[in-house]
């Protein structure tokens, strides 16, 4: 039963464009959302996140929207650069206990930028 | 560099035997987790420790177990293993003083276990 949901495995995106990665999640508890960046051999890389009381939280090329009626986020990049090119995870939390608990991954989507 | 330290890098073991991974937090984070990737079951939370104690358990195994130690760093044991046990083991840390609700998790660079 997966709760964090990536249906796509991958995405190619020219150069200069926006890249937009999807995200559903099941679970009505979880309050906090949060997208990694993972290159091959390393450890996912902290990108952005956001708070169940917000909908949008920006930081620099990057935009988290988020859409709790439909449970539903997504990550924008504007624009898209060679260096963007990554396995995306998207990542939730439902902070029960007034502290970090485990995360919940969604399975990944490979971002490819074509030049 | 996220702060988060792991060693080994990688490791190569039969099946049967035992294992230990290493993990040194960031500088001032009490909170560890231990996750298990592997390639058909993706990101998976094992386990958290909090200041010295086990505070959130997630899809770990009986066969596995892991510790935190007074000066923070954490290790986690692996026995009896199995071909399936062959998977990137990821650690990861947070601030988790219990007074912010919403924290980020830094992770490691992963220790890739290989079981023959």
């Known amino acids: 039963d997966q709760q964090v949901k990536q249906n796509s495995p991958s995405l190619s995106v020219q150069e200069g464009r926006i890249s937009i990665l999807n995200c559903d999640y099941t679970?009505?508890?979880?309050?906090?959302f949060l997208w990694y960046k993972k290159y091959p051999a390393e450890g996912p890389t902290f990108l952005i996140s956001?708070?169940?009381?917000?909908d949008k939280n920006e930081d620099g090329r990057f935009t988290v929207f988020l859409n709790k009626s439909a449970k539903h986020l997504s990550l924008h990049i504007v624009p898209s650069q060679p260096g963007d090119s990554a396995v995306y995870f998207c990542?939730?939390?439902?902070?029960?206990?007034?502290?970090?608990?485990?995360?919940?991954f969604g399975k990944g989507t490979h971002l490819i930028i074509q030049p | 560099d996220s702060g988060v330290t792991q060693t080994p890098k990688h490791l190569i073991t039969a099946t049967g035997q035992r294992v230990t991974l290493r993990c040194s937090p960031r500088?001032?984070?009490?909170?560890v987790y231990w996750y298990q990737q592997s390639l058909d079951q993706g990101l998976q939370f094992l386990i958290q420790?909090?200041?010295?104690?086990?505070?959130a358990k997630g899809n770990i195994l009986e066969r596995f177990s892991a510790q935190q130690f007074p000066d923070l760093h954490s290790e986690l044991n692996l026995s009896s293993l199995e071909l399936g046990d062959s998977a990137l083991y990821f650690c990861?840390?947070?601030?988790?003083?219990?007074?912010?609700?919403?924290?980020?998790?830094?992770f490691g660079p992963g220790t890739r276990l290989l079981v023959l």
């Open positions: 420790y909090y200041n010295g104690e086990e505070r």
């Open positions: 679970n009505s508890m979880f309050d906090y």
């Open positions: 990861a840390s947070s601030v988790a003083t219990g007074r912010i609700l919403q924290e980020t998790q830094y």
């Open positions: 990542a939730a939390s439902a902070q029960l206990r007034g502290g970090a608990d485990g995360l919940t």
């Open positions: 956001i708070s169940s009381i917000k």
């Open positions: 500088s001032g984070d009490l909170s």
